[in-house]
Nanobody
Framework: QVQLAESGGGLVQAGGSLRLSCVGS????????MGWYRQGPAKQRELVAT???????NYADAVKGRFTISRDGAKNTVYLQMNSLKPEDTAVYYC???????????????WGQGTQVTVSS
């Protein structure tokens, strides 16, 4: 099993900041990338940001310049620093891991349970 545990969500006023963390544990042979997705009320889940093991990052246009993704490979941890938050950033944020459980495993996507971020106006 691969477990992803998110933390750091909460309620913040518009213009404020939050930092999300996600720790991966269990049988993880190789991580190709980790990332964050979000799902707002009555919306589909969407990409927020991803980071590969060589540090290549990708951001959704809506968060560029405000959010920063980073990782600690030794701890199988990914972070999302969110600044200048807006009410439209309100969503459940999900951690994602793209990798293999064992050397012979197929590549797969794993998801955390999500953490709520609410931005008040």
């Amino acid at each position: 099993q691969v477990q992803l545990a998110e933390s750091g969500g909460g309620l913040v006023q518009a213009g404020g900041s939050l930092r999300l963390s996600c720790v991966g544990s269990g049988s993880i042979f190789r991580i190709n990338a980790m990332g964050w997705y979000r799902q707002g009320p009555a919306k589909q889940r969407e990409l927020v940001a991803t980071i590969t093991t060589d540090g290549t990052t990708n951001y959704a246009d809506a968060v560029k310049g405000r959010f920063t993704i980073s990782r600690d490979g030794a701890k199988n941890t990914v972070y999302l620093q969110m600044n200048s938050l807006k009410p439209e950033d309100t969503a459940v944020y999900y951690c994602n891991l793209d990798g293999r459980r064992y050397s012979y495993s197929n590549r797969a996507l794993y998801w955390g349970q999500g953490t709520q971020v609410t931005v008040s106006s």
